[in-house]
Structure formats: C-alpha cells, structure tokens
C-alpha cells in the first residue's frame, strides 16, 4: 500500500448541491424554492400557520399547571451515603450536611435543601443534618447508632420572620 493509495469510503462525502448555477443543474432558476413570495426568501417562513385554519396548536386544550412556589430538593438515598463512607468521602465524626456532601462530591448542588430517602442501608454511625427525610430513613439511621436533625426550610429574603 502507498500513500497515494488511500481514499475515502466511496460515497462517505457528498458534494453539496450548488443551487442557482442554470437549469441544466436541475436545481437553477428558482432553486428549488418555488414561485415568489415570502416563502422563497432567505430568513421568514411561517411555521405552523394552516392557511388561516385555526393551527393545531390553539385547537388543543391547555393542560398542567406550573407551580411558581415550588420547592425542589436534594435527595439522597442511604445506600449513597453508605457508599460515600465506604470511599472514605464522608468523616463519620462529623456532622453531614447538604455543605459537606457537596464538597465531597457526592452531590452536585445544594438545591432549596436536602431530603434523606430511605432505599438501602446504612452500617456507619452519622450524625445527619437535612430539611427532610422519610420515616423508614430516620429508622435506619437510628438503628446504626445515628441521629437525624431535622433542619427548618431556609427562610426566602422578603418573607416575615
């Protein structure tokens, strides 16, 4: 083999159509855009317009609701923290917090606050610091030796106090 012997795949690339270069092209004159009018032109094109027909898109009723006040948190199982203390992310003598398992890495960010769900189980004695947290996780904590402290949600500026 040379190196003047090496070429693509056949067919791997295509020239790009060259419209506008004559009829014989089979894509001269209007190139492919038709007759006049808005449509023909570079930028504006209506989408969705059905010819004055009401668009399929108002004939549908509106559905859901989108809650402005909406709260959303962290969520961590028991089986990750347990994972975390087994990669000696987490110091069991310390308390566990959103701030600590975000600078362990084993969240990504703090959200409104943090709520402990109860999938797994958890072996290690942690002093955990949430702002929720299941029934069956506060158990299972308990049952290792833990505590749980149940956090109060953080206060929003221009809420009264």
């Known amino acids: 083999m040379k190196l003047s012997d090496i070429a693509d795949n056949a067919g791997s690339r295509k ?28 930028g504006v094109r209506i989408k969705g317009f059905e010819g004055g027909q009401m668009p399929l898109h108002r004939r549908l009723p ?9 709260v959303e948190f962290a969520e961590i199982n028991l089986d990750r923290l347990q994972d975390a203390v087994d990669a000696k992310k987490l110091d069991t003598g310390s308390v566990v917090n959103v701030e600590a398992l975000v ?6 960010r703090a959200k ?7 999938r797994g189980e958890l072996k290690a004695k942690l002093n955990i610091e949430v702002h929720g947290a299941t029934k069956t996780a506060i158990e299972a904590v308990e049952k ?16 009264a106090a």
């Open 62 to 70: 509106k559905r859901g609701f989108n809650n402005i006040f909406r």
């Open 144 to 159: 290792a030796g833990g505590s749980v402290k149940i956090l109060a949600p953080a206060k929003e500026e221009g809420e």
């Open 103 to 108: 600078k362990a890495g084993v969240l990504r």
């Open 112 to 118: 409104a606050g943090l709520r402990l769900l109860g």
């Open 15 to 42: 020239k790009r159509m060259r419209v506008g270069r004559g009829i014989g092209s089979g894509k001269g004159k209007q190139s492919g855009r038709g007759g006049k009018g808005q449509t023909a032109r570079s």
